[in-house]
Structure formats: C-alpha cells, structure tokens
C-alpha cells in the first residue's frame, strides 16, 4: 500500500481559499506514477465522496459541486498532489482524503478536516 500523509487543511470563512497536499513520502518516483490520484471527502452525517481526480499524465476531473472553484494538480516528481479549493462554502466543510488507486491497490490517507464557517 501507498503511504499518504495530508496536510493544509483548517477553518476558514466563506469565500476564503485553502490548499491541501498530499505526499507519498515513502514512494519511488516509477511507483508513484503507477497510480491515479483523487481527493475526497466526507461531510458529517454524509457518504464520502469524490471531489476531484488526476492522472498519472495529468487529465484531471473535478465534482459538478467544486467545477470552477477548486483545482487537482500533480507534481510526480516530488510524489504529490494538490487540490486548490477557492471561493469556499459552508457545504464543503468536510474531512477531505486523499486516495491513491492502481491495478492492485487502493490506498487513503488518514485524512485532513476543512471547516468554513463565519
């Protein structure tokens, strides 16, 4: 399994901006490109969710919800991904995850809280 660690998570007011990383310290740069990454996240009370998802290659897709506010990106290099969330909302007060997925594996991270409230 991937090793995932999140960071950047926090409490922020509406309409404010954060930014989550997740890095796979513990990969080789071969490995870390084997796999598809995505952020997710789950709400209280709610089904997790996906939020967004990037390829090895870079195609990226993100949620109808966050389309125009939030953004995927990868650096393989340094085995992360990013997810850049702006123009917030209440509604994406979550605990958001970071996941790892190949052919033979499927791993999560522990998971970072995000809460936007005034």
């Known amino acids: 399994q991937l090793h995932l660690v999140e960071s950047g998570g926090g409490s922020v007011q509406p309409g404010g901006s954060l930014r989550l990383s997740c890095v796979a310290p513990r990969a080789i740069f071969s490995v870390f490109t084997m796999y598809e990454m995505a952020w997710y996240r789950q709400a209280p009370g709610k089904q997790r969710e996906l939020v967004a998802a990037?390829?090895?290659?870079?195609?990226?897709n993100v949620a109808d919800s966050v389309k125009g506010r939030f953004t995927i990106s990868r650096n393989n290099s340094r085995k992360t991904v990013t997810l850049q969330m702006s123009s917030l909302k209440s509604e994406d007060t979550a605990v958001y995850y970071c996941?790892?997925?190949?052919?033979?594996?499927?791993?999560w991270g522990q998971g970072t809280p995000v809460t936007v409230s005034s």
């Open positions: 990037i390829t090895s290659s870079g195609s990226a």
């Open positions: 996941n790892a997925r190949s052919d033979s594996d499927n791993s």
